[in-house]
């Protein structure tokens, strides 16, 4: 089996207001796969067609290569937006009662996954004490009780530090290389999960609007020069026909980045100029993944 998870025209309303529009997903066996898209995009609800929480308009969802059915979603765990505890009740006593919940009958497995997640020796601490950081770890441990085969985490590094990131990036790659799980992750912020991550969905206004490995992703992240010119029609004529370059792109009016021959700016300088161009500006620039998304998006991310 190739896909572990698979959805076709996933399609929601609410009232009037359509909020995810043809969604079709793809996520291999051992992938981590991103889910980015800026608030509101639409990834809860996604994730909750995905899981069966909520009915789709229309569309299907493909779990290991069947319908849904119970037997499916006992292989999955997940964490939809902030997840919920008891707060007066211990790190133990809140995994205990989940535990039951799931049918797990040895109890061991709360103290194996507390020390999973770097909890060890933290099972008498009440809830309500804990940081935002080892509130979520405590929520991963939960969703790992039943050794599903398939982690759905929804917005999992959300307001967590960079050495909170780190440790989670550290513990789902652990969990994808030790138990060959496959995991699917969501985040507003492509810097959160760019290193974590081996495939990409980015969904916006409810639509997916790209669906890629990441190092495509990778390889498009590329140097080149940008140059600001009065004519672009005159510019591109002599990048094409005088300097042979056909790696470029208008970026928008009267700017150009060109991706080749980076190593002789001087002569492009001249060429354009010896031609009649105006060239106001020119500089060496990379584009960032972070570029590529906003540009995808149309926004800024914070
Ligand atoms: N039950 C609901 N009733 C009406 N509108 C809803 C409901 N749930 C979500 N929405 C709307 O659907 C859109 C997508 O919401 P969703 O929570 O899926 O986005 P998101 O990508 O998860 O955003 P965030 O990054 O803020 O978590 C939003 O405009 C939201 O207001
Ligand atoms: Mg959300």
Redesign the pocket.
């Known amino acids: 089996m190739k896909y572990v998870l698979r959805s076709n025209g996933l399609t929601k309303k ?2 009037d ?1 359509m ?2 529009e043809d969604v079709n997903l793809e996520v291999e066996q051992g992938d981590i796969y991103g889910f980015l ?10 994730f909750r067609m995905l899981l069966g929480l909520i009915k789709p308009l229309r569309g299907t969802v493909e779990w290991f290569g069947e319908n849904p059915s119970t037997a499916s979603f006992n292989r999955i765990g997940s964490m939809i ?1 902030t997840p919920g505890f008891y707060p007066n009740l211990t790190v133990w006593d809140n995994l205990d009662i989940h535990r039951r919940m799931c049918g797990v009958t040895d109890s061991f497995v709360i103290e194996e996954h507390l020390k999973l997640v770097g909890m060890e020796g933290m099972g008498k601490q009440k809830v309500k004490k804990l940081s935002l950081g080892t509130k979520q770890r405590l929520a991963i441990a939960r969703t790992l009780l039943h050794r599903p085969d398939c982690l759905i985490l ?2 999992p590094v959300n307001g967590l530090d960079p050495i909170g990131i780190r440790e989670t990036r550290e513990l789902l790659l652990e969990l994808r290389n030790k138990r060959s799980m496959t995991i699917m992750i ?1 985040s ?1 912020i492509l810097g959160e999960i760019g290193q974590m991550v081996n495939r990409i969905g980015i ?1 916006h206004g ?1 639509k997916m609007i790209e669906q890629l490995d990441y190092a495509e992703l990778q390889r498009r992240n590329r140097t080149y020069v940008e140059i600001r010119v009065d004519n672009d029609g005159k510019a591109t004529w002599i990048l094409e026909q005088q300097l042979h370059i056909k790696d470029y792109t208008v970026w928008e009016k009267g700017r150009i980045r060109v991706y080749e021959r980076l190593e002789d700016t001087g002569m492009l300088n001249k060429t354009l100029l010896d031609g009649g161009v105006i060239v106001s500006e020119m500089s060496l620039c990379s584009e960032t993944l972070e570029d590529h998304f906003v540009k995808l998006t149309g926004g800024v991310q914070k």
């Open positions: 609410y009232g207001k909020i995810v898209g800026q608030n509101g995009a639409g990834k809860t609800t996604v937006e929804d917005e969501s507003h969904i409810g």
